[in-house]
């Protein structure tokens, strides 16, 4: 009788510690998961409601260049949209480009509104996803407004 009392216990025991190790083992895999997501993040809306409105066409070079409002908005954009893998400041951390040596003349307009609308991907991995449909062209040249106040030369 005594031996079947400690074999229902060593049983209950047994079964506890592979339950803990499955609970484990799924939390793990869960949180590998959340951590492969992380590049996956859905875009914060930006309020471009004080801004001049462009229209339906896609400008080629920044239209709000120097306006002050545009670069409030932009360094807001930015923090909420770029700097998880840009860096705070545009100061890369390695992930991704330092954005602060972007040039400011109508060349690197083009360059900088094809990779934000289009994104980035390199053998069939995505380096940046596409912000068009998500950002509004008005979001997108604030960003460019702002990144051209922290270039550095």
Same mark, same amino acid.
């Given at each position: 009788?005594?031996?079947? /009392?400690?074999? /229902?216990?060593?049983? /209950?025991?047994?079964?506890?510690?592979?339950?803990?190790?499955?609970?484990?083992?799924?939390?793990?895999?869960?949180?590998?998961?959340?951590?492969?997501?992380?590049?996956?993040?859905?875009?914060? !809306?930006?309020?471009?409601?004080?801004? &001049? /409105?462009?229209?339906?066409?896609?400008?080629?070079?920044? &239209?709000?260049? =120097?306006?002050?409002?545009?670069?409030?908005?932009? =360094?807001? !954009?930015?923090?909420?949209?770029?700097?998880?893998?840009?860096?705070?400041?545009?100061?890369?951390?390695?992930?991704? &480009?330092?954005?602060?040596?972007?040039?400011?003349?109508?060349?690197?307009?083009?360059?900088?509104?094809?990779?934000?609308?289009?994104?980035?991907?390199?053998?069939? !991995?995505?380096?940046?996803?596409?912000?068009?449909?998500?950002?509004?062209?008005?979001?997108?040249?604030?960003?460019?407004?702002?990144?051209?106040?922290?270039?550095?030369?």
């Amino acid at each position: 009788m005594r031996n079947q /009392k400690v074999d /229902k216990h060593n049983d /209950k025991e047994t079964l506890t510690r592979k339950l803990r190790a499955a609970a484990l083992a799924v939390g793990l895999a869960l949180g590998a998961g959340l951590a492969h997501a992380h590049g996956d993040v859905t875009p914060q !809306a930006v309020d471009v409601s004080t801004l &001049p /409105k462009l229209g339906e066409d896609w400008r080629e070079v920044n &239209p709000y260049r =120097d306006n002050t409002e545009a670069i409030r908005i932009g =360094d807001s !954009a930015y923090n909420q949209n770029c700097a998880r893998c840009h860096g705070l400041g545009a100061v890369s951390g390695g992930i991704a &480009p330092d954005l602060r040596k972007l040039d400011i003349a109508p060349e690197t307009d083009e360059y900088f509104l094809q990779r934000i609308r289009n994104g980035v991907s390199r053998n069939g !991995a995505v380096y940046m996803p596409p912000f068009e449909g998500m950002l509004s062209q008005e979001a997108m040249w604030a960003i460019k407004a702002w990144l051209e106040t922290v270039r550095e030369k």
